[in-house]
């Protein structure tokens, strides 16, 4: 009975492990495909009204980490060169003590962008969320993507996906994250996993809700 039960274990979790492999197979095949020809270096990315920043951790203090600085500064610069008119910090805001999209809002203003082109997204709690209340909350139909490179193919891929016509910028300038697990390929590859998982399902995000016109009045304000 033992050599029964562990045998079935065994096929059982060779059969899980097959799975999980296809499946980030699968993830990283569409995720590559979606993505070929409309990732950029800053300098060569096409002109779009609207800069759509992802967000990341938030530190205590309310100082965005290394890696959510460095992709506002992108944003900062693409502003800054005409490339995009208006920028979208899209974030986590899901606790009231814990807010991305405030802390994106207030180191952009500091460094001199004009508030009246920024628009927060307070319910940016994943990619796919980003991605999707862009277009069906803030109307917005074409974007350039700012995020790190190792998660930039996902997030145009997912975008596009959404109705977004979306072009990428990557960060690659932050080498040294307090926790460098995070950003390792194997979660990056099971967040393809869990954004395939999405798109085939085509759920809603967390937070829907009626057009607003922060993106439009910042583009034309």
Known sequence: MVKVWFRRSVVSGALCLAAVVLAMAAGDLWVRAAAHGHVYAEAAVPAAPVALVLGAEVYPDGNPSPFLAARLEIARRLLAAGKVRAILVSGDHMDWGYNEPGAMFQWLVDRGVPSQRIVLDHA????YDSCAR?????GVSEAIVVTQSYHIDRAVALCRRLGVTA????DD???IYREPWRNSVIRERGAVVKALGDVLSGRDP???GPLEPGVEVALHG
């Open 167 to 170: 072009t990428g910028v990557g």
């Open 206 to 208: 967390v937070f829907l």
């Open 124 to 127: 940016g709690f994943d990619t």
């Open 134 to 138: 862009a277009r069906a909350v803030f």
């Open 173 to 175: 300038t932050v080498r």
